[in-house]
T-cell receptor, first 112, second 113 residues
């Protein structure tokens, strides 16, 4: 079934540790996104990529980095995790701008 | 800065009722408005996308309208069913923001038997 795969599904991480959240899509979509979802704040964009080889900052990029080496993969890295990064992280993709977004099932991250 | 508001935050209705969910946004310079459904512990599923030039979109029992000039959208669900219970989110894609959507915080819908 075509879609977006995120890994891991959940993780408990000690503060200060490095962590990479993985995201792979098999729809050959050009654009990919990382959002975090927090209670009362909704979904906020962390980073995005409009096409392979390019990335951009969203609303809340500090403490996170991304890369887009190819069309299918868009990993999100926390270089040194902090408790405020405890959240549910969603990867999404779209064919191009002005197209529906498709979401993965999320990674629930707890930083202690 | 675009702000998206959804009211009410939660809604409970008996099965069979028709219902309307509301979404408002502050900046009318948009490419589109999208409605999503989110089940507990899951990602978002796209329901409808309304282009800025359109007034409404329909899919099955769902109908979404858009009034760009007043910054409002509604999602109409006909003949609600318990399986419609979920959180419904709206999001707008602003022109000139390279595919970045701004989301509302959602309306949690419960359809009771």
């Amino acid at each position: 079934i075509a879609g977006i795969t995120q890994a891991p599904t959940s993780q408990i991480l000690a503060a200060g540790r490095r962590m990479t959240l993985r995201c792979t899509q098999d729809m050959r979509h050009n654009a990919m996104y990382w959002y975090r979802q927090d209670l009362g704040l909704g979904l906020r964009l962390i980073h995005y990529s409009n096409t392979a080889g390019t990335t951009g900052k969203g609303e809340v990029p500090d403490g996170y980095s991304v890369s887009r080496a190819n069309t299918d993969d868009f990993p999100l890295t926390l270089a040194s995790a902090v408790p405020s990064q405890t959240s549910v992280y969603f990867c999404a993709s779209s064919e191009q701008y002005n197209s529906p977004l498709h979401f993965g099932n999320g990674t629930r991250l707890t930083v202690t | 800065k675009q702000e998206v508001t959804q009211i009410p935050a939660a809604l409970s209705v008996p099965e069979g009722e028709n219902l309307v969910l509301n979404c408002s946004f502050t900046d009318s310079a948009i490419y589109n408005l999208q409605w999503f459904r989110q089940d507990p512990g899951k990602g978002l599923t796209s329901l409808l996308l309304i282009q800025s030039s359109q007034r409404e979109q329909t899919s099955g029992r769902l109908n979404a309208s858009l009034d760009k000039s007043s910054g409002r959208s509604t999602l109409y669900i006909a003949a609600s069913q318990p399986g419609d219970s979920a959180t419904y989110l709206c999001a707008v894609e602003n022109t000139g923001t390279a595919s970045k959507l701004t989301f509302g915080t959602g309306t949690r819908l419960q359809v009771t038997l």
